[in-house]
């Protein structure tokens, strides 16, 4: 066989010898520091060479050691021949910079009758069988069919962005280089590059001989046919499907593999005289090994054997039943997907109905707000009347402004009360502040007084109260600050306080405790009511309470100053309810103070109720809010015009007037939701979500 050389200088076949290509062979890398992209190479006649198609070349075609193995008497596997076939070295390939190569000292020969008497080791012979694939053509290629990269016979042809053809190994390389075109010196890019269908084609035209059909030469330099081998003559396209069947291939005993390999055609013979045959009931459990002549003899006595006919049913049923299986399986998938969409639908559907009930819910809203809206614009009509007769006597209005703001707390301040010039705030990190509202206007004492957040504060009997949701009642020296008392007895948070001169009155779900002032022990307990007590306060005769959509009123002579244990809880004297002209009943009670002329309550639904203090008839209902009333504070000191303070989320603190019940003015400085609004004197004090108190005046 000829070599399959660059066409550069080769003067074709010689002496009408075969051209042959090893497909695959793995070389040596190269040692040599040329130019891989230089178009100049030197030309060599030979009447042998080798090429790798799918591994890369290098500098020559490369150097392989081949080992011939035989079996002697004893089985032993033995290497009784080196052979080593040389190449003429040329320069450096261009698929040396991108193809890297490996040696394999192990090939088998074709030389060899490995059929007959080959045992090699397995991994010597699947390299062989797998790994050195030879690639006989019978004339010599055109010279277009040449890459011009690696100066071999194209392997999956790509064509460049510039137009000439290289072989894909050659244009994609390791991945981290660039190439140049040797032609017209044009950047080679393997993305931007098409198989050239026409020269794969004419590739695969090409004649070629079965590589089960030659064999090393026996002086070692070089290969021609073998006479015992296969002498198949078949396009290049078609090799590889023919190779793998061919009868003169390499095939392993399926018996045993330390049998060796065999070719196809006399694989038959071996399995005749092979001590490794199994039964063919194996697979069931049968561990019969053994030559194919003892076989015979086994399946008379073979336990299985008497049963084959019942077992191939039984195989049949099963095979059917695995049919019938995946097919109840796929009907089971079918049905998952369909009520996965039926889910999807469904779904979809839902999100639809929601959407429309939020868009039905944000017109009703709108409807309300347009509606407020207008009772605003009736109710500034009538603010304006009355801030005509709110008119002092140096003929100016009373407008509060903003005049500086206390920053200390970090949580939402959620109650305040005042004393003289002192400013006492509690907040939901679990402090007490006491501010100075005279000179400093700054925090003079911070007071780590519970281990919950503080919901309210009141001052009585010269001290000090808190009620925290950790359940406790605390009281505390007006002078040091320091705890006098702690009272205990809720179980529940503490949201409400207030004092009569005599009792202290806690407000908790559903129940209010009475505790004396001067020992702090308990007198009574009023249970059974339906809410949270979260506003309270207190007249001269008569303790109020607001809960669910009422304020309960109970006559304090009726609270004893020692414990009442076997007395029953007195009843409310009163109450009130949080009705609207069209008869419905309102929601919770948040706040609750006292005017010279009124009881008033703030709502959940944003509205203030306002009853007659000696009638305790119902006289008015405010809307202005769009938030719950979370507080009430009552200014009847100055002018002479009493005025109602309240506070809401909506970030606002509504001025109201308590003689045209019109909203005087609309204070809005916070950041967040206004929690509280207490006054005194001239002045206001509001406390915030916003975790700040600002001061009006």
Not at 54 to 68: A, C, E, F, G, L
Not at 599 to 626: S, Y
Not at 676 to 692: I, K, L
Request: proline share 4%; net charge negative; with cysteine.
């Amino acid at each position: 066989a000829t070599m399959a050389r660059p066409p550069h200088g080769h003067d074709g076949s010689v002496n009408g010898q075969a051209i042959l290509q090893l497909d695959g062979m793995h070389g040596g890398e190269s040692h040599t520091e040329e130019d891989p992209r230089s178009p100049s190479r030197t030309s060599h006649r030979s009447t042998t060479a080798v090429r790798s198609h799918r591994s890369s070349t290098v500098s020559s075609v490369p150097s392989i050691n081949q080992d011939i193995y035989k079996s002697n008497n004893s089985g032993e596997t033995r290497s009784v021949q080196s052979l080593q076939i040389r190449a003429p070295s040329t320069t450096p390939s261009a698929g040396s910079r991108h193809r890297r190569s490996r040696s394999d000292a192990s090939a088998v020969s074709t030389y060899s009758r490995v059929s007959q008497f080959s045992t090699a080791s397995t991994s010597t012979a699947q390299d062989l069988q797998l790994d050195e694939e030879h690639v006989f053509f019978i004339q010599e290629p055109p010279t277009h069919l040449y890459c011009g990269f690696c100066h071999h016979v194209f392997t999956q042809p790509l064509i460049a962005k510039c137009g000439h053809t290289y072989c894909r190994a050659c244009l994609t390389g390791d991945g981290s280089s660039k190439f140049v075109c040797p032609k017209d010196g044009h950047a080679l890019h393997s993305t931007s590059a098409v198989p050239n269908i026409s020269i794969q084609d004419q590739v695969n035209e090409l004649l070629v001989r079965c590589r089960w059909g030659v064999r090393q030469q026996r002086d070692g330099d070089g290969f021609e046919p073998d006479p015992e081998g296969c002498n198949e003559v078949l396009p290049y396209g078609q090799r590889r499907h023919h190779e793998k069947t061919c009868v003169y291939g390499l095939v392993r005993c399926r018996q045993n593999p330390h049998c060796g390999y065999f070719r196809r055609k006399d694989v038959d013979e071996h399995y005749r005289v092979c001590r490794y045959c199994v039964c063919p009931h194996a697979q069931r459990g049968c561990e019969f090994r053994g030559r194919q002549s003892d076989l015979e003899e086994h399946l008379q006595s073979c336990r299985f054997e008497a049963v084959k006919a019942v077992l191939s049913r039984t195989d049949l049923q099963l095979e059917h039943l695995s049919i019938a299986l995946d097919q109840q399986r796929q009907t089971v998938d079918f049905l998952r997907q369909s009520m996965a969409n039926l889910s999807h639908k469904v779904e979809s559907f839902e999100a639809e109905l929601r959407s429309r009930d939020e868009l039905e819910r944000s017109m009703i809203e709108e409807l309300r707000l347009l509606r407020m809206e207008v009772s605003t614009n009736q109710e500034a009509i009538i603010a304006v009347q009355s801030n005509l007769r709110g008119v002092n006597d140096t003929g100016m209005l009373h407008v509060f402004k903003c005049q500086g703001t206390f920053v200390g707390h970090q949580d939402p301040v959620w109650s305040l009360v005042t004393r003289g010039d002192k400013l006492f705030s509690v907040s939901s990190d679990e402090s007490i502040r006491v501010w100075d509202t005279a000179t400093t206007f700054a925090c003079e004492h911070t007071i780590a007084a519970h281990r919950n957040m503080l919901h309210c504060i009141i001052i009585a009997a010269e001290r000090l109260y808190t009620g925290s949701a950790d359940c406790l009642i605390k009281a505390w020296s007006l002078e040091t600050y320091e705890e006098i008392d702690t009272l205990i007895g809720h179980e529940q948070a503490v949201c409400s306080l207030t004092a009569s001169r005599q009792h202290l009155f806690s407000g908790s779900n559903k129940c209010i405790k009475v505790w004396t002032l001067g020992s702090h022990e308990q007198v009574c307990e009023l249970n059974g009511l339906n809410h949270w007590v979260r506003a309270m306060t207190c007249t001269d005769q008569h303790l109020l309470a607001g809960t669910y959509a009422s304020v309960s009123v109970w006559p304090l002579r009726s609270f004893g100053s020692e414990p009442q244990e076997d007395e029953p809880q007195p009843d409310p004297e009163h109450v009130l309810q949080t009705q609207y002209a069209d008869g419905s009943s309102g929601r919770a009670v948040y706040s609750l103070c006292l005017s010279k002329n009124y009881i008033i309550c703030g709502t959940f639904e944003h509205v203030i109720h306002l009853w007659d203090r000696n009638t305790l008839q119902h006289v008015r209902t405010l809307t202005g809010h769009t938030g719950i009333v979370f507080s009430l504070a009552v200014m009847e000191e100055g002018d002479g015009h009493p005025r109602l303070f309240s506070a809401s989320p909506d970030k606002s603190v509504l001025i109201w007037s308590l003689e045209t019940f019109a909203i005087l003015q609309r204070l809005e400085r916070h950041d967040n939701s206004v929690l509280c609004v207490t006054t005194q004197g001239n002045r206001v004090f509001t406390s915030s979500a916003d975790n700040q108190i600002k001061v009006w005046q």
